[in-house]
Structure formats: structure tokens, C-alpha cells
């Protein structure tokens, strides 16, 4: 099992920008693909970006251009910096680790099968 612990989630106004960390632990992390995701209230989880063991990454069309998903493999972390927020990006933010080998960067939520407790982010206007 893969342990996660998001954290860096807070509130901002429009414009701004955040980084989230995810510290993860159970695994040799240079293995994982990983993921972030996000899940407003009264919505679905929504995949937000991925990145591979080689460092390929994949985002949802919504923040391309705005987030970037980077790792540090010494550091056993996962980041996803974020920029020029929107109001509509307000949610849950949780990070997820697919242990199985040479998977692809991905944000479908199936892929992954271990998950943090998530750290919220708001943005006013």
C-alpha cells in the first residue's frame, strides 16, 4: 500500500496561485504514476493531471496552460502548481498512486487504486 499526505491547500483570491505537496511513503516512489484529482460539492471527482514513472505528463483540458504536475523523486513528493485560479476551481484536491508498472500518465480516477485525505482549495472572486 501506497500511504499519501497532501497538503499546501488554502484559500485565494482569483488570480492567484498555490502549490500543492503530496509526501508519499510504502513504495519505491521513482515507480508510481501519479495523479491529482479534484472534487467540488455536488460534482464527480474530476482528473486534474497525471504523471508517469519517466516523468510524461497529462492534464484535463480545463487547466492546461495553468497547473503544472512535477515530482522529485529524492524527496518522495508529488506537486502540482497552480495558477491563474478560477472560482471554479474550488474543491477537494487529493493525490492517488497507481503502483502497476510502466502505466502510462494518466486522469482516469479507475487507474488508481491508492488515494491521500485530500486538502481543500478555495478561490474567491
Known amino acids: 500500500q501506497v500511504q499519501l499526505v497532501e497538503s499546501g491547500g488554502g484559500s485565494v483570491q482569483a488570480g492567484g496561485s498555490l502549490r500543492l505537496s503530496c509526501a508519499a511513503s510504502?513504495?519505491?516512489?521513482?515507480?508510481?504514476?501519479l495523479g491529482w484529482f479534484r472534487e467540488a460539492p455536488g460534482k464527480e471527482r474530476e482528473g486534474v493531471a497525471g504523471?508517469?514513472?519517466?516523468?510524461?505528463?497529462r492534464y484535463a483540458d480545463s487547466v492546461k496552460g495553468r497547473f503544472t504536475i512535477s515530482k522529485d523523486n529524492a524527496k518522495n513528493t508529488l506537486y502540482l502548481e497552480m495558477n491563474s485560479l478560477k472560482p471554479e476551481d474550488t474543491a477537494m484536491y487529493y493525490c492517488a498512486a497507481d503502483v502497476t508498472a510502466y502505466a502510462c500518465a494518466s486522469v482516469r480516477s479507475k487507474n488508481f487504486a491508492n488515494w491521500g485525505q485530500g486538502t481543500q482549495v478555495t478561490v474567491s472572486s
Open positions: 504523471i508517469d514513472s519517466v516523468g510524461n505528463t
Open positions: 510504502g513504495y519505491t516512489f521513482s515507480r508510481l504514476s
